[in-house]
């Protein structure tokens, strides 16, 4: 396949042709059944999932699908196929142009392992929550069942599994580097990133080229293989496969040449060999324009999930995005652990308050809608809106943060405009209630800029509960996970204290704790036990560090070096570390006492061991004077609401938890 840069592609591409399908359809069609009532005696693309088909703007297949269906396409679902033999796959027939495969809108390890690697005996995704509906490396799977299905079609990745692979990885399922999924998956062409406008381009010009073979090479957002010699000349190379798969410093400067080619403005092609193959990774696909995104969630949705799961009770994922509305995409946080800053990209997108209001008049029209609108936000609730001019350029800095280690000066907070959105949501009809459900970025409300905004949620945007993710009290680990020093967030818990008290609210903060993250080791873990348990907190949100591949804190987990400084950092990979670090934060569960007591004799630290059952045989502190909430973890007599509230992070899918 010639290879073309990006630049020549724009030159020579064709406009796009359109389908004959025009109306949309009430659901995608999942059957010949459906295809026929649409008049349809084909599909253009066929969208495979690992999730239950549920027609939302949450859920990457129903967006991408209503979007190529906006083009013009005619788009069929298969949902959770069986994967043991190809029949399922051949449900809706041979597409004319091409499979998109997706495990899903979560990785498929995370889907179906604990951090633990314990198969999960439930699956938000599912109809009716049922584990077991989707496979192990479930786009390897699909495209492998798809290509035996229909020969010759080809198949397009896709989705938060894909764009996390597309490169040699760390995986700690196999606890070793693998290949790029595009490979292993035997795939044509993988998107990553947000896929809207690579995935439109792959369909026009399969398109336009069939039923010849088209040329996919150049595509921004997508990885594609050539042969040797093939790669465009600018490309940066990469250490070959080999290389990074048995040597940690090949794989560490990997990792670090990636990280440098990230911003959609300035990012350069990145060519990796492997064998004789060369994995090509086009240069990030440029964010979209504000009309392009509120477009998207003006798409036809049925905002519920296909009718063929209502014998089951539908699919639970639904519920924690029926009523919240998604503002924005993309993260500047750049938290070491989290996947959004390689998928959604550290450009912060968000769409106009008229679009998000006419999506809220909808929900709000909803016969079952009872008034409460659960979120507004994104990755990052506070960061709605913000802007830097280098971001309109599609790019960013890559000596520094946006927020570490101080706030740069030329980040513009959206503040004025969340607030003006917040009031004239509240101000539709039907709706009672505008809270925030996403994770805030807890160092952004810290100054006397951020007051006004401060206050405006403290009484009016929290239910009762406010998430935070402190993640860790340690400085060091702090840094190494790129959070704030934990002082900020006293001082946060200060102002938002007196915020509800200004409000004359009694409020509450969940805290999100990491542990066995790169860099804690039992001493620092003990440290944050010992904080909590002096404050009676005894935290329900503790989530044991799972590396994400691609991320700075995998390539942490993998090399035991921090890829930003070079220094060697200790890594909890042991079970036994990680099953002591977890009974040091949970010290309060009596099932965790053996453990609890092997933690502190492993530090010689037996003595502090009446503190931790003082505080675990104490009502956790209520503060339950209109004076301020108390600073950490919901108490336990609002459990049961606190878990309904805050359903599992991972049904959020690629939400990030600021
Ligand atoms: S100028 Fe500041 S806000 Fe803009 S990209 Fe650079 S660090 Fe981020
Ligand atoms: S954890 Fe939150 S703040 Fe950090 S990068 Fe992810 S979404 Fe952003």
Not at 183 to 194: P, Q, T
Not at 431 to 437: A, D, I, M, S, T
Not at 449 to 474: F, N, T
Not at 509 to 521: D, E, L, M, Q, R
Request: charged share 25%; net charge positive.
């Amino acid at each position: 396949m010639p290879s073309r840069s990006p630049a020549q592609s724009r030159k020579q591409r064709p406009a796009p042709p359109r389908g004959p399908n025009r109306r949309p359809a009430s659901f995608l069609p999942m059957t010949r059944a459906e295809m026929e009532t649409l008049g349809w005696d084909r599909c253009d693309v066929v969208l495979i999932s690992g999730d239950a088909y549920v027609d939302h703007p949450a859920f990457g297949v129903a967006l991408l699908g209503r979007l190529l269906e906006r083009h013009g396409w005619r788009v069929g679902v298969i949902a959770q196929p069986g994967w043991q033999d190809s029949a399922d796959f051949q449900a809706l027939g041979r597409p004319r142009l091409c499979f998109g495969v997706t495990a899903g809108n979560v990785d498929s390890r995370i889907a179906n392992l604990s951090a633990g690697k314990q198969r999960r005996r439930r699956d938000d995704f599912s109809p009716g929550g049922r584990a077991g509906l989707r496979p192990d490396r479930a786009s390897i799977v699909y495209a492998n069942r798809a290509r035996e299905a229909y020969p010759g079609v080809p198949i397009v990745l896709g989705g938060l599994e894909a764009s996390l692979r597309r490169l040699a990885h760390y995986d700690d399922w196999d606890d070793r580097v693998r290949r790029s999924l595009l490979l292993d998956a035997r795939a044509d062409i993988l998107v990553y990133g947000m896929g809207e406008r690579p995935l439109v381009e792959i369909v026009a010009r399969l398109a336009a080229a069939d039923p010849a073979p088209a040329d996919l090479s150049g595509i921004r957002g997508t990885v594609t293989a050539v042969g040797a010699g093939e790669a465009p000349a600018n490309a940066v190379q990469l250490p070959r496969y080999d290389e990074v798969a048995s040597d940690p410093t090949r794989y560490l400067e990997a990792h670090r040449l990636c990280e440098r080619e990230l911003a959609p403005g300035d990012g350069r092609p990145l060519a990796q060999p492997h064998g004789d193959r060369v994995v090509v990774q086009w240069p990030p696909a440029p964010p979209l324009p504000q009309a392009e995104l509120d477009a998207l969630y003006e798409l036809p949705f049925r905002r519920t999930w296909h009718p063929r799961y209502d014998a089951e009770g539908g699919v639970p994922a639904l519920e924690t995005v029926r009523t919240s509305i998604t503002a924005h995409r993309g993260c500047c946080g750049d938290c070491a652990f989290c996947a959004i800053t390689a998928h959604q990209g550290r450009i912060v997108q968000s769409r106009s308050e008229g679009s998000i209001l006419a999506e809220i008049r909808r929900v709000a029209g909803q016969p079952d809608f009872k008034g409460t609108i659960t979120d507004i936000g994104g990755p990052t609730a506070n960061l709605y809106g913000a802007r830097c001019k280098r971001w309109d350029r599609g790019r960013f800095c890559h000596d520094r943060g946006c927020l570490l280690p101080e706030r740069c000066p030329h980040l513009e907070l959206g503040y004025d405009a969340a607030i003006r959105l917040y009031r004239q949501a509240a101000r539709i009809p039907g709706v009672k209630h505008v809270f925030l459900g996403s994770g805030l970025r807890f160092d952004l409300l810290t100054t006397d800029r951020d007051r006004r905004y401060l206050e405006q949620i403290a009484a009016h945007q929290v239910s009762g509960l406010l998430k935070v993710a402190p993640e860790h009290c340690d400085d060091r680990v702090l840094a190494l996970m790129n959070k704030p020093r934990f002082a900020v967030y006293e001082e946060f818990l200060r102002r938002f204290r007196a915020a509800s008290r200004k409000a004359g609210k009694q409020q509450y903060v969940v805290n999100y704790f990491i542990a066995s993250h790169p860099g804690s080791s039992l001493r620092e873990t003990l440290k944050l036990a010992l904080y909590l348990a002096k404050r009676r907190i005894k935290p329900e949100q503790i989530q044991d560090f799972i590396p994400a591949p691609m991320t700075r804190a995998a390539c942490m987990y993998h090399t035991g070096v921090d890829p930003a400084t070079g220094r060697r950092v200790h890594v909890p990979r042991s079970l036994k570390e990680r099953r002591l670090q977890r009974a040091l934060l949970q010290y309060d569960r009596p099932a965790n006492r053996k453990l609890l007591e092997a933690a502190l004799a492993e530090l010689d630290a037996l003595h502090v061991l009446p503190k931790f059952l003082a505080a675990a045989g104490s009502r956790p502190r209520l503060d339950k004077s209109p004076r301020g909430p108390v600073p950490g973890g919901a108490p336990r007599l609002a459990k049961a609401k606190t878990a309904k509230r805050l359903p599992a992070r991972r049904a959020r899918g690629p939400r990030g938890r600021a």
